[in-house]
Every structure is written in C-alpha cells, then in structure tokens.
C-alpha cells in the first residue's frame, strides 16, 4: 500500500532548506521561502511566502550601508534595524524614534505583539541594543509575543553590551509580557520614572539593578 499525500502547503519554516534562491541578497531584499506540508513534510516547488526579514547591510568602517545609503545602528525595534534613514519616525506613525547621539530609543503609544528580531539561537527580541540603552516612555507601551514555540525565550528588551535606564513621566507605562521581561547581563537596568508591569519568568535580568523614580 502506497500513501499518496494530498499536499497543504501552509506551515512556514525559516530555514536554508526552505529559502528561495537569490532571495535576502542585501538589505533592500527580503528572505522568501518556501512552503511545508503540514501531513508530510514535503518543500512546495514553487509555493512561497514572504518573511518580514531583509538581507545584511554592507557596511563600511563608519557603519555606512551603500546599498540603502544610511547609516546603521546596532538597535533593532521589532524585526526593524534603525538606521539614519527610519530613526525620526522608525514605523512612520510616530510611536518609536531613536536619537543615536544620545542612544535614547522613545516609545510613545508603541504596541508590539510579537513582532521580533532573532537574537541567538531561539531567542525572540522585541527590543535589542548592542550597547547602552536610553528607554524614553510616554503614554501607555506594550510588548507580548505570539511568536516563538515553547522551546522558544522571548525577551522584551535586551542590551547585549550595556546597561538599559528607563524613564518617563508619571502617566507613562510599559507592560511586557515575556520570558525575560528586560535583560542587560553585562551592566546595569536603572528605572528612573514610568509605571513598568513585568510578566514572565525573569523580570530583570542584569548585573544590578536600581529603582530612582517610577513604580
């Protein structure tokens, strides 16, 4: 008896086996793959969806992309690297800006619900920095995920290589709802102002931790 399977090509799987060929290329291209069948694990031949994930910039010494033409910066919000280019008004809706001077990232109404940057095998990121990190609140800010498995971590903010200060004024608020709500191994998370509402399994992670202002 021989099972002939009725393809469903609908499960998506991000990997080299499922990647379009010349898809991703540079950071003007997003990574497109190919559809799996969820009854037997069969690659589509020519079915495909499209991620939310470009290809790599080509940087320079000052980490100038001649590709796109902007400066890049080692911060990403969501799935999102902020560059000179998108840093004014990252989603063009006026809730995320960065200011690279300072390294001030401003979340002003910011609703992410798992939108995310892969960070590490496994590791699902709303906000990541590789240094230092300025979080600027104003009005109501909220980060859940519906991405990642239940081997998966999710991270709400993460500064690989610095520390992460928080502030805001009396009616700003940040909810996450994450593994790690907010992690900064290497330095410090200081909270100088805003109401933050931490949901998971490790609040903050970091070397210290300090409360000035806020709740």
Known sequence: FRYNCVHSFTEKIEDE???VADTGNNCESVYQYYYDCVYCDAISPTESWESNTFGSHDLDEND???TCQATV???WVGSTQITSKNASDV???KTVSYNPETNVLTLNGYKNEGNVHKYDDGMFVA??????LNLELSGSNEITFSEGGEDDETAGIVSEEGGVTISGDKDAELNVE???SISANAKHVIVCGGTLKLSGTIGIMADSSQIKGGD
């Not at 906000?127 to 230092?132: F, L």
């Open 17 to 19: 086996e499922h990647l």
């Open 64 to 66: 100038y992309c001649s």
């Open 73 to 75: 910066y080692d911060v």
């Open 91 to 93: 989603y063009g809706d």
């Open 127 to 132: 906000i990541y920095s590789k240094g230092d």
């Open 178 to 180: 994450a593994t790690i």
